[in-house]
């Protein structure tokens, strides 16, 4: 894939910043003990500063600085009033917002809206540190702060918010986020080639209102930039089509195709030579080439034109063909620049090599960082995801196309984590990613590749272009577990196990060497109605990648097992499809005690469906087709319930809705059944109206206790003294996952809610 130019080539701002900052500073007084008057950009986060690759504004903050340019990290400020927006003074060129590693929405919100007590991110786990829609609220404050300073804004909840997108938390449509923020530009996906580009040319004293034409933007326009063409999204709807590549000599008739039929004899029959023209390429039919989207106004009012515009963004993010997209806002407009050209292995390899400390701000003291003990010892190997599921944004925030480091990086990182990380005993935690083992691998075909703009390289069937050798990730574990001191090294990130199955040399590496007893893997569902809406492979795939899993673990001799994640309620999700789902399980013996309802994440494909009932992976006409939306509470939680068929309190809910569907046969206490006939004690509770909560009896087993209203109403206001549901540390999952060992579940009543003192 082509790029513009290199991350590091560029001379360096300050040609005097020799040495790295031990730690970005937060405060005046780091600025002084570095002989700061100022910084030239500062970063405000809604994170806790943990110096650490994983973490964006650690990130971008090194790579400025490697750039020579003074950066200051402002990390979860007051967001009440400006004051703390000031406290590191104006900033020479712009300051950097984002909300942090998480949109702050979710970060913030269950799927079911309710708001969360902890926060992963910030020290002590402590919930309530960042506001709602965090990009917005900081942005305006900066304004406030210092009104002429240009705001850049970026991280995945701006990324996501580029256009007008639908928002889960108010029901409704919003506008970019670049409009409600007052930002001067939003820089989306992985964002440090256009940062360091827009960089330099205000530190060259370009006006912040002529960077409107740098890739990987979103800025507010009038009009179109010049000299653009453009083009109606209508003519354009067209799935995975792949654009023909021009004639290098700038006519579709050179050559052999005309020598055929009767015209041939009039190809020779003229002796007199001729002077034969090269004409000078044709211009790609993407370039300079823009996309007019319906207004913010229509995909507002019109669920089909929604749909339409979202599957035209989807369309646009190859950035070998990418198209800029116009939409209008009223009287203004925002422009959305082709996405960056992707880091080639060097720059990635200069990324993740750059000084970090790998441990949290001295600030913080003792206090736990959940997120930071979770990956302190985890090694990011690589960017991107072609695997297109529709319930995820990572390509349409990190595109398509893999970016890997080397080897050589890889091991030096290791290395480093070594020397540096607080108490480390020998164990690397991940070696991995979006996914675990995409590394290396990408399309065989240049042409394809600059060309293509399928949603997904492994749906419906992996493509014929796509490289599945994994020899590459193979060498690099062997290096990695030969790194003196290290005992072992785990792969924590999912597995796509569709492509492992292509190459069973990999799974044999990885059921040997690589796994701590149990491995996650996604299929999601097994049901091809939701399935085909997920953009998931069947559970063929998933019995194939089984057979091998066992067979090789096995062979090395260990009891190892596979903790499949799955996701209830998602859009194209029947109850049928659940209790096929629950009876899978059961056959299967698996027994989930965290399980995740579908969460509509701004962008996603699912994201779109859900909002417009239109399946809009495929063409979106008026006579589309509707997809089955489960949004009512009530069927959310029946298909949560399935998840959980073995947990008691969600039998009545499950009994209900198998005699409504007419499957009364699966109520009893044969094996072929779901779930249990109603019980003695459930009768008598629900006849005496009391509320009916479970307990472990210490056996393993779960006996029913039964309290008056007035007891679970004063059990409740104690309960609910002690704070949030989740202890520090407890694991969450965006889908489903087996609850680790010595954590109990979240009690629910026998309706199937649970309990305020619980949420």
Not at 695 to 715: E, I, N, W
Request: proline share 7%; with cysteine.
């Amino acid at each position: 894939m082509q790029v513009e130019s290199t991350l590091f080539t560029h001379s360096k701002y300050r040609p005097e910043l020799t040495r790295p900052a031990p730690f970005l500073p937060m405060s005046r007084k780091e600025m002084d003990k570095l002989g700061w008057d100022s910084c030239d950009i500062i970063i405000v986060t809604g994170d806790a500063y943990v110096d650490h690759p994983s973490f964006g504004m650690a990130v971008i903050g090194r790579m400025l600085e490697a750039q020579g340019f003074r950066v200051g990290i402002i990390s979860q400020p007051d967001w009440s009033n400006k004051n703390e927006f000031m406290k590191l003074g104006k900033p020479n060129l712009y300051f950097g917002i984002t909300a942090g590693n998480m949109d702050s929405m979710i970060n913030r919100y269950t799927a079911e809206r309710r708001m969360r007590h902890d926060d992963a991110y910030t020290a002590g786990n402590l919930g309530g540190k960042r506001p709602d829609r965090a990009v917005t609220v900081y942005a305006q404050r900066c304004k406030e702060a210092f009104k002429q300073v240009p705001v850049v804004i970026g991280g995945i909840e701006a990324s996501l918010r580029r256009i007008a997108h639908y928002d889960y938390w108010s029901d409704k449509v919003r506008r970019s986020v670049i409009l409600d923020a007052k930002a001067d530009i939003l820089v989306y996906g992985n964002a440090e080639r256009p940062l360091v580009e827009l960089s330099h040319r205000l530190a060259s004293g370009e006006p912040i209102g002529q960077l409107h034409d740098i890739r990987g933007t979103t800025v507010i326009r009038k009009e179109p930039l010049p000299e653009w063409k453009g083009m109606d999204s209508r003519k354009l709807d067209q799935l995975h089509k792949i654009e023909p590549i021009p004639n290098p000599y700038g006519a579709d008739d050179v050559g052999c195709k005309n020598l055929s039929g009767p015209t041939d004899e009039k190809i020779f029959d003229n002796d007199a030579p001729k002077a034969i023209s090269v004409q000078p390429a044709r211009p790609k039919p993407w370039e300079k080439t823009y996309v007019l989207l319906p207004s913010f106004e229509k995909v507002s009012e019109d669920k089909f034109l929604y749909a339409h515009a979202s599957r035209i963004l989807h369309q646009e993010q190859n950035p070998g063909c990418a198209r800029a997209l116009f939409q209008k806002h009223a009287e203004r407009a925002i422009w959305v620049n082709p996405p960056a050209w992707p880091l080639n292995t060097d720059e990635m390899d200069g990324v993740f090599d750059l000084a970090y400390k790998r441990v949290p701000h001295p600030s913080y003291g003792k206090d736990i960082i959940p997120a930071y003990d979770m990956i302190k010892t985890s090694i990011n190997i690589m960017r991107g995801c072609f695997g297109g599921c529709s319930f995820c944004s990572i390509t349409e925030h990190e595109g398509r196309i893999i970016q890997s480091r080397s080897q050589e990086s890889i091991v030096k990182e290791i290395k480093d984590i070594q020397q540096k990380v607080p108490g480390f005993t020998g164990v690397i935690s991940d070696l991995g990613g979006p996914t675990a083992n995409m590394y290396r691998l990408g399309c065989s075909s240049v042409k394809a590749e600059s060309t293509c703009r399928r949603l997904s390289c492994v749906f419906p069937a992996i493509c014929g272009h796509l490289d599945t050798d994994h020899q590459a990730t193979i060498d690099l574990y062997r290096a990695a577990r030969d790194v003196p001191g290290i005992k072992k090294v785990l792969i924590a990130s999912g597995v796509r196990y569709d492509l492992a199955s292509e190459d069973p040399r990999y799974v044999k590496e990885l059921a040997t060497h690589h796994v701590g007893g149990y491995l996650k893997i996604a299929p999601e569902h097994t049901e091809d109605g939701p399935l085909n809406k997920m953009m998931k492979p069947g559970m063929g795939s998933y019995d194939k990648f089984k057979e091998l899993f066992d067979k090789y673990s096995k062979e090395a001799g260990k009891k190892q097992y596979l903790i499949p994640y799955f996701i209830s309620a998602h859009p194209g999700t029947t109850n049928e499809d659940m209790v096929n789902l629950a009876l899978w399980l059961k056959g299967e013996k698996f027994k989930l005690d965290q399980v995740q309802n579908f969460y509509p994440s701004p962008m996603a494909n699912a994201t779109t469906i859900y909002h417009t009932g239109l399946n809009s992976l495929k063409n979106v006409k008026h006579t589309s087709e509707e997809v089955t939306v489960p949004k009512k509470g009530r069927q959310r939680k029946l298909h949560k319930a399935l998840l959980r068929y073995h947990d008691p309190l969600g039998w009545p809910m499950i009994r209900e809705a198998l005699i409504e569907m007419g499957k009364e046969k699966l109520i009893g206490n044969s094996p072929s059944c779901l779930v249990p006939a109603e019980s003695r004690q459930e009768r008598e509770a629900l006849r005496s109206k009391k509320k009916l909560v479970t307990k472990d009896d210490g056996k393993g087993q779960k006996a029913f206790t039964r309290f008056s209203a007035d007891q679970f109403d004063d059990r409740k206001q104690a309960d609910g003294k002690k704070g949030g549901t989740n202890k520090p540390g407890q694991a969450k999952t965006a889908q489903t996952k087996a609850q680790p060992a010595g954590q109990r579940p979240v009690k629910k009543n026998v309706w199937g809610t649970t309990p305020k003192h619980q949420r």
